[in-house]
């Protein structure tokens, strides 16, 4: 934090300003709800006159999933897990109808992650939107202003650990296509239909605390700076196979790839590698970074890492989603030519080489935000009640999203300001937060531009600080992405206010 800030940040904190997120403003203050007039004059603004519309639809419906002859009941959308990968370029509109044919009573909506779209298309029940009860349906229709790798899925309980996600690839027009093929790899940890319900397993978490992995040992990472997670998964998926039955890519040898990867596990981080190459990580969560080359990329929940490599020669490699901390990995194949497949437990060396930090990331010129004073520095704090199973902001937990409101301090801030959020965990385990309607600006070592993201890992006892250009009015969810977390109270709101 540099000494402006932290100064700020005091004056902001100081006992003597009571409401202090309302400094410098004088008259009341409402909030930008969903369906202010000014949403819809933005989104009027971001969409160009004669913008080719896309039209989807999505059924959410029970589903039989089949592991490799191990039949699971599940739900996903339009009959495949993940969903369809939807693909459009940027500056069109996406119009998407969501079908609900869950079983009663399971209401849901669709979130799409990471996009800057119009507040009342966001998918947060209770929020943005009400819930889409069974047997109904919902239109979702906006912008897709920016070009990256981007993802769905309900905002609705645990439903997400389900088979609900895919991917949602908004091309750039202007890309430079320095590649030859593109690959979308979607990894999951996956219990639902072939272990207890992801109910049960909240209900497990709060009763007992945390479960133990094989031989009572539980999940680390010195990554993710020690405790890994506390759901144990039979299995790890990559594009809804596991490892008995992995997806084949197939290229040719020389061919530049560029592979998209999402996690949309709700408890896991995978470690990301491809036997005999290493990746130059080109983006993060759709934006990009300065190329860096690494031997892996470590991916925390609902994250996503854009990479490149050159298909080194001939031959069969793998392609490896460690479950970081956790044992057991996705599995897939990249084929370029003849050869035996490799087994889904060989050995990746590049998995224990240099991963891909936080810190080593910086925003490509293009996309880093102008130096600028923040208007605002919040400070929020990540933690957990001293008993039970409960995950805080603030020493606030969310037991309802309608009621986020009250039941969390939400950051203030109003259009045009720039805020600073700054998150310190002083919890024993990582976070990976995520805020939604907008790509943020992680504030790297002395300052410097590092990546722009909509998701971010902060480790135990970790200060990170984010930049936030407020150019997207609405009430935004701000929460933690471990879905058990979220769950069990670990969210709050950055609210604009008029
Ligand atoms: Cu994937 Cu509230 O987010
Ligand atoms: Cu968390």
Same mark, same amino acid.
């Given at each position: 934090?540099?000494?402006?800030?932290?100064?700020?940040?005091?004056?902001?904190?100081?006992?003597?300003?009571?409401? *202090?997120?309302?400094?410098?403003?004088?008259?009341?203050?409402?909030?930008?709800?969903?369906?202010?007039?000014?949403?819809?004059?933005?989104?009027?603004?971001?969409?160009?006159?004669?913008?080719?519309?896309?039209?989807?639809?999505?059924?959410?419906?029970?589903?039989?999933?089949?592991?490799?002859?191990?039949?699971?009941?599940?739900?996903?959308?339009?009959?495949?897990?993940?969903? %369809?990968?939807?693909?459009?370029?940027?500056?069109?509109?996406?119009?998407?109808?969501?079908?609900?044919?869950?079983?009663?009573?399971?209401?849901?909506?669709?979130?799409?992650?990471?996009? *800057?779209?119009? +507040?009342?298309?966001?998918?947060?029940?209770?929020?943005?939107?009400?819930?889409?009860?069974?047997? +109904?349906?919902?239109?979702?229709?906006?912008?897709?202003?920016?070009?990256?790798?981007?993802?769905?899925?309900?905002?609705?309980?645990?439903?997400?650990?389900? @088979?609900?996600?895919?991917?949602? =690839?908004?091309?750039?027009? *202007?890309?430079?296509?320095?590649?030859?093929?593109?690959?979308?790899?979607?990894?999951?940890?996956?219990?639902?239909?072939?272990?207890?319900?992801?109910?049960?397993?909240?209900?497990?978490?709060?009763?007992?605390?945390?479960?133990?992995? %094989?031989?009572?040992?539980?999940?680390?990472?010195? %990554?993710?700076?020690?405790?890994? @997670?506390?759901? #144990?998964?039979?299995?790890?998926?990559?594009?809804?196979?596991?490892?008995?039955?992995?997806?084949?890519?197939?290229?040719?040898?020389?061919?530049?790839?560029?592979?998209?990867?999402? +996690?949309?596990?709700?408890?896991?981080?995978?470690?990301?590698?491809?036997? @005999?190459?290493?990746?130059?990580?080109?983006?993060?969560? @759709?934006?990009?970074?300065?190329?860096?080359?690494?031997?892996?990329?470590?991916?925390?929940?609902?994250?996503?890492?854009?990479?490149?490599?050159?298909?080194?020669?001939?031959?069969?490699?793998?392609?490896?989603?460690?479950?970081?901390?956790?044992?057991?990995?996705?599995?897939?194949?990249?084929?370029?030519?003849?050869?035996?497949?490799?087994?889904?437990?060989?050995?990746?060396?590049?998995?224990?080489?240099?991963?891909?930090?936080?810190?080593?990331?910086?925003?490509?010129?293009?996309?880093?935000?102008?130096?600028?004073?923040?208007?605002?520095?919040?400070?929020?704090?990540?933690?957990?009640?001293?008993?039970?199973?409960?995950?805080?902001?603030?020493?606030?937990?969310?037991?309802?999203?309608?009621?986020?409101?009250?039941?969390?301090?939400?950051?203030?801030?109003?259009?045009?300001?720039?805020?600073?959020?700054?998150?310190?965990?002083?919890?024993?385990?990582?976070?990976?937060?995520?805020?939604?309607?907008?790509?943020?600006?992680?504030?790297?070592?002395?300052?410097?531009?590092?990546?722009?993201?909509?998701?971010?890992?902060?480790?135990?006892?970790?200060?990170?600080? =984010?930049? #936030?250009?407020?150019?997207?009015?609405?009430?935004?969810?701000?929460?933690?992405?471990?879905?058990?977390?979220?769950?069990?109270?670990?969210?709050?709101?950055?609210?604009?206010?008029?």
């Amino acid at each position: 934090m540099s000494d402006i800030s932290r100064r700020r940040f005091l004056v902001l904190s100081g006992g003597a300003f009571a409401g *202090a997120a309302f400094l410098g403003c004088t008259r009341a203050s409402a909030p930008i709800g969903p369906d202010s007039a000014v949403v819809a004059t933005f989104e009027g603004r971001r969409r160009k006159p004669g913008a080719a519309v896309r039209d989807f639809t999505l059924t959410a419906a029970p589903f039989t999933l089949d592991l490799a002859g191990q039949l699971a009941q599940t739900w996903a959308y339009n009959g495949s897990v993940p969903g %369809p990968e939807l693909r459009v370029k940027a500056g069109e509109v996406i119009r998407a109808r969501l079908v609900n044919n869950l079983p009663d009573p399971q209401s849901t909506v669709i979130h799409w992650h990471g996009i *800057a779209l119009r +507040n009342d298309m966001d998918g947060v029940p209770g929020v943005t939107q009400a819930a889409v009860p069974p047997g +109904n349906s919902f239109l979702y229709e906006y912008t897709a202003p920016d070009a990256g790798s981007f993802w769905f899925h309900p905002h609705s309980g645990l439903q997400a650990d389900r @088979g609900l996600y895919a991917p949602l =690839i908004v091309e750039d027009p *202007a890309e430079p296509g320095r590649y030859d093929q593109e690959l979308t790899v979607v990894l999951d940890d996956w219990m639902s239909g072939i272990g207890p319900s992801p109910e049960d397993t909240l209900k497990n978490l709060q009763a007992g605390g945390m479960q133990m992995g %094989p031989g009572g040992q539980m999940a680390r990472s010195d %990554p993710l700076g020690g405790d890994a @997670g506390d759901v #144990v998964y039979p299995l790890f998926l990559m594009n809804g196979r596991p490892p008995k039955d992995p997806p084949t890519f197939t290229a040719k040898p020389g061919e530049r790839i560029r592979l998209r990867i999402v +996690n949309s596990g709700a408890e896991t981080s995978f470690r990301v590698a491809v036997g @005999g190459h290493r990746l130059t990580v080109t983006h993060t969560d @759709g934006f990009p970074v300065e190329p860096l080359t690494v031997d892996n990329v470590l991916v925390g929940m609902s994250e996503r890492y854009d990479v490149l490599f050159t298909v080194s020669g001939a031959g069969a490699f793998p392609l490896v989603a460690a479950a970081e901390g956790k044992g057991g990995r996705a599995f897939g194949i990249l084929r370029s030519g003849a050869g035996d497949a490799p087994a889904s437990d060989a050995p990746v060396t590049e998995l224990a080489g240099k991963v891909a930090e936080l810190t080593d990331l910086r925003a490509a010129a293009g996309v880093t935000l102008a130096p600028r004073r923040p208007d605002r520095t919040e400070l929020l704090n990540l933690g957990a009640a001293e008993e039970g199973y409960q995950w805080t902001i603030n020493g606030n937990a969310v037991t309802d999203d309608a009621k986020i409101e009250e039941q969390s301090k939400p950051s203030i801030v109003r259009m045009g300001e720039r805020i600073r959020l700054i998150f310190d965990n002083g919890s024993t385990m990582y976070h990976p937060m995520h805020l939604h309607g907008h790509t943020f600006q992680v504030v790297g070592p002395g300052g410097a531009a590092g990546p722009r993201k909509d998701s971010m890992v902060v480790r135990p006892q970790e200060r990170i600080a =984010i930049d #936030v250009e407020a150019d997207n009015p609405g009430q935004w969810m701000l929460h933690c992405h471990n879905l058990y977390h979220q769950e069990a109270g670990m969210m709050t709101l950055l609210s604009y206010r008029s």
